[in-house]
């Protein structure tokens, strides 16, 4: 399950290996137990910023270390691995459940509900731990959701870096972007096809 | 015009029956809900709102989260007062009535009415403000009616604990003559964060203040919410130049008058009338400004201010020596071209400019087929000394209208 990454990384460019972090949404993503709103987009950056902690990093709220990371894709990935960077002092998590293509879960939903897989974290304080997805059942992921429940005994969880490696297709999940609602209809807006000038259809 | 799902916690117990808020405290709860409602649609057409009582037999979900404004107001119908309240229930589920909303995208939020004493302590209150908090659910409390010892307390601490970032609010509102909704207009609970319904609050509010006259600019926003804008905007564009006018006079030492105003100043009364119906600040508005028109309006403002002159100016010499050709013509060109050369600031004085009887006189006395001694002229200079807006612009219209009979009547 987990990996060690014991190359240098001078040999190939593993940069480009985990750079789904630019398919996702950044706008959309969410947390829920967050102790500073909008901090969670902080940690999805490129892998050579994963231990630069400088700027702000996802905690949660004092006392309750749990944490649920609601990430959604511009496009569908596949995921192969996942990769967590936690906090010092225990406060890194230590399980992690993924639920894929849902919306809107929320704490009591996902305690409840059984996670596509789950992992048993390890500290991971250099980012060089990955954890492997089994990969048939994220072929096409338009949203993932991670629970972290619990934290190494610390009183809050720290995230300072959240990496995917994987694929991206160009496909897009279907998505109704733009309704146009007509009270009336209003013959301009359809053209027909002798209009257009396509077709043997005339209109007398 | 944040998107919001709302669920409101009614309190229908028995301490509601009191009339310290009128007409009874259910009653105004109600008229505030009703308030509420509309507040929230009206800010944005896709937020929901859901109604549950907390006393009575237990928590009963009136009405589960919905857009349908006359759903809402047709269920608060019939109810019931009696039982005792249970705060910690009544949240719960109204928390579970906003998870299952349709729309996930919706922000939670949930407002409760605490009129009557709080059972639960501080601790379980504080364990449930954390839970909302951890769900990202933000929390109004209206502390109404009872003042149980530590009630105060208790709804405090539970606000802390939910709070996150400012978005969960509580107003105390006391018993007096004010109605409860008035009081909740002004209130963060109704303004959202500062966006949202400040549009719906500001009518109501204008309402509450004092019938139809109470509305700025005397239109209703309601019914004519282009024009009321239009007004708004004006005003504060006004505002903004005068403001910058402002600076500029405080430079300048000479005032100018402007007398070849007479004839634009009857086309700005309707104009007047807005603006000086709109702010009691219009004495701020004594100051300059650049362009022309804001110029002409100003002056007239200046007229219905009956403000004394400062200084009454060397346009008295202007005049007579245009008053040989066509003084208002001559004055409207030396007017333009001081405006264009000075940028001047200029105190509209018009008022002053009528009121000396010589000068007008003089003015008459060049027009063609005005006769001074012509008794209607008389009693045209003297309904000037009573100096009220209207009377000056009419006879500005009225002067027009001599000046047009005359030529005619010469023909």
């Excluded at chain 2, 209150?125 to 769900?135: A, C, S, Y």
């Amino acid at each position: 399950m987990a990996c060690t990454h014991d190359h240098s990384c001078e040999d190939h460019d593993c940069s480009s290996n985990w750079s789904l972090y630019k398919h996702i949404d950044l706008a959309k993503v969410t947390a829920l137990n967050e102790a500073n709103p909008g901090s969670v987009k902080s940690v999805f950056k490129a892998w050579e910023d994963r231990l630069n902690s400088s700027g702000e990093h996802l905690e949660s709220n004092e006392g309750d270390p749990e944490l649920l990371v609601y990430i959604p894709f511009t496009s569908d990935v596949k995921i192969k691995s996942i990769s967590v960077v936690g906090g010092a002092d225990g406060t890194s998590p230590s399980k992690m459940r993924v639920f894929i293509n849902r919306e809107g879960i929320d704490f009591s939903d996902a305690q409840g509900m059984q996670p596509v897989q789950e992992w048993d974290l390890v500290e991971n304080l250099q980012g060089v731990l990955e954890y492997q997805t089994r990969y048939s059942k994220f072929q096409s992921v338009a949203s993932i959701t991670l629970h972290f429940p619990e934290s190494f005994g610390g009183d809050t969880t720290q995230i300072h870096y959240i990496g995917f490696k994987g694929e991206a297709t160009q496909l897009k999940r279907d998505v109704v972007a733009t309704i146009v609602y007509e009270i009336t209809p209003n013959p301009s807006d359809h053209k027909t096809r002798a209009e257009t000038g396509g077709g043997l259809s005339q209109v007398e | 015009m944040v998107l919001e799902a709302t669920m409101i916690c009614i309190d229908n117990s028995e301490w509601m029956r009191n009339g310290d808020y009128s007409p009874s405290r259910f009653q105004a709860q109600a008229d505030a809900v009703n308030l509420i409602c509309g507040a929230k649609t009206q800010s944005n057409p896709e937020n929901t709102v859901g109604v549950l009582t907390m006393a009575g037999k237990g928590v009963r979900v009136l009405v589960t989260p919905t857009s349908d404004l006359g759903k809402i107001l047709a269920c608060m119908h019939g109810l019931e007062i009696g039982g005792e309240m249970d705060l910690a229930a009544g949240i719960q589920v109204a928390q579970l009535a906003l998870k299952h909303r349709q729309n996930k995208k919706q922000q939670q939020r949930i407002i409760v009415f605490a009129g009557s004493p709080i059972k639960p302590d501080k601790k379980s209150l504080e364990m449930i403000g954390r839970k909302l908090k951890k769900n990202s659910v933000a929390l109004d409390i209206v502390n109404f009616g009872e003042d149980d010892e530590g009630k105060t307390e208790k709804l405090e601490a539970l606000l802390a604990a939910v709070n996150n970032n400012d978005s969960s609010h509580i107003v105390h509102v006391p018993a007096g003559p004010n109605a409860l909704s008035d009081v909740l207009i002004s209130t963060p609970i109704f303004t959202g964060d500062g966006e949202g319904g400040s549009g719906f609050a500001a009518a109501a509010a204008a309402a509450a203040a004092g019938g139809v006259s109470g509305f700025e600019f005397g239109v209703d926003p309601n019914l004519d919410p282009e024009l009321a804008l239009a007004l708004r905007v004006s005003m504060e564009e006004e505002r903004a130049r005068q403001e910058a006018a402002a600076k500029k006079a405080a430079e300048e030492a000479s005032k100018q008058e402007k007398g070849g105003e007479q004839q634009s100043s009857s086309q700005d009364a309707t104009m007047t009338e807005h603006a000086s119906g709109a702010t009691s600040e219009a004495d701020n508005k004594r100051n300059d400004l650049s362009d022309d028109d804001n110029a002409l309006l100003q002056q007239a403002l200046a007229m219905s201010m009956d403000e004394p002159a400062s200084t009454h100016d060397v346009q008295d010499s202007e005049m007579s020596d245009a008053a040989a050709d066509d003084p208002e013509l001559a004055l409207a060109l030396q007017l333009s071209v001081q405006d264009s050369a000075k940028d001047s600031s200029s105190q509209a004085d018009v008022s002053k400019l009528l009121a000396d009887q010589s000068f007008v006189s003089s003015i008459l006395a060049s027009l063609p087929g005005v006769d001074p001694n012509d008794p209607s002229v008389k009693e045209v200079l003297a309904s000037m000394q009573s100096q009220s807006e209207v009377s000056s612009s009419n006879l500005v219209t009225q002067q027009k209208q001599d000046e047009d009979k005359a030529p005619n009547e010469e023909k």
